[in-house]
């Protein structure tokens, strides 16, 4: 049993019928599909160095505390792992149709938060992946491990043989509750005790001063703001939409620049909703 951060149990517990909190992604592939047991069995192969794929959430009785992670005794690998296509032409119409009605559906949250689909039926012989995650099991680097996983630049790497997985005791309501009441205590004299040294920097002259100034601009931005596609009303529907760039463009920004890659696609997503 391990226990969600705080930053992860906002993201648990703010998503509701209008704002599903996964992460997804589509990979495309070039050339024939594998097989959808292949698949399944290189997934079940290497999901002993992801063990949070087979977890689910489990809160705490009257919330007293944050949610934990345990171990879910009926975890079924083909439920996790499903198989669809396209339909003709199989272009990015759609493949960008399959991906909104995905993303659009939320995940169920007995169950480990994950989803991953096999795309058949892309033109000029390619496939796709179609991967769902909830925010609370990944951050920006951690997202990509069963990605990861499956991809490897060897043509000639091996499949690990798989292991036995025993899932561990799932622990009892009462002790769910008595944990959780010790977090709620504890957790609050940790954060007083970071305290001083967070005031010593937060409270200086110059922060508060620069604080202040930006008050005025920060409330005209927002207060000129037209809704638009990303920053308005929301409903239970989603479409999905993608631009490319390759990767030599992107460095070449980077450096002209300073930061990193994930700093240019961060700026490009930012510009996009503020135009």
Known sequence: MERMSTLDAGFFFIEDENTPMHVGSVAVFAGPPPSYGDLVRLLVAKLAQVP????RVRTVPLNLGRPVWTDDPHFEILYHVRHTAVPAPGGAEQLRNLAGRVFAQRLDMAKPLWEMYLVEGLAEDRWAIISKVHHCMIDGV?????????LDGRPDAEVPVPTTWTPDPAPSTLGLLLDGVRDVVGTPVQQLARVPAAATGLLSRGTLVAFGRGLPRAARRLGGRTPRSLNGSSGPHRRWEWTQASLSEVKTIRLAFGGTVNDVVLAAVTRGWAG
């Open 52 to 55: 949070r794929y087979r977890q």
């Open 142 to 150: 951690a997202g990509w491990d069963l990605a990861a996983l499956l």
